[in-house]
């Protein structure tokens, strides 16, 4: 069974950074994309950042400059640096695993983050 699990979200104040991190287990396929989706408040869960399994990027327009998303060598694990993060950066972010023979999407239960002074 696929589990993600989700930790380092919290609270921090506008300027700040935080770094979250996606454990990962059961995985016994490769893994196409990994990375982060977030839903703020009211909104629909939309993407965050992702890397392929060649090191490929790709963020959020809002993102791009301030978020770094990596994996270990195993890729059993990913994470995102948030750098200067700013109220709208408020959402729960949610660890995604796509599976790179059938597609299928995995999903963790997310985790808080909140900006605010």
């Known amino acids: 069974q696929v589990q993600l699990v989700e930790s380092g979200g919290g609270s921090v104040q506008p300027g700040g950074s935080l770094r979250l991190s996606c454990a990962t287990s059961?995985?016994?396929?490769?893994?196409?994309?990994m990375g982060w989706y977030r839903r703020r408040e009211g909104k629909q869960r939309e993407l965050a950042a992702v890397i392929t399994a060649t090191g490929n990027t790709r963020y959020a327009y809002d993102a791009k400059d301030r978020f770094t998303v990596t994996t270990d060598t195993a890729r059993t694990m990913v994470f995102l640096q948030m750098d200067r993060l700013t109220p709208e950066d408020t959402a729960v972010y949610i660890c995604?695993?796509?599976?790179?023979?059938?597609?299928?999407?995995?999903w963790g239960q997310g985790i808080q983050v909140t900006v605010s002074s």
């Open positions: 059961g995985i016994d396929f490769r893994t196409n994309l």
């Open positions: 995604n695993v796509v599976s790179a023979g059938s597609g299928n999407n995995y």
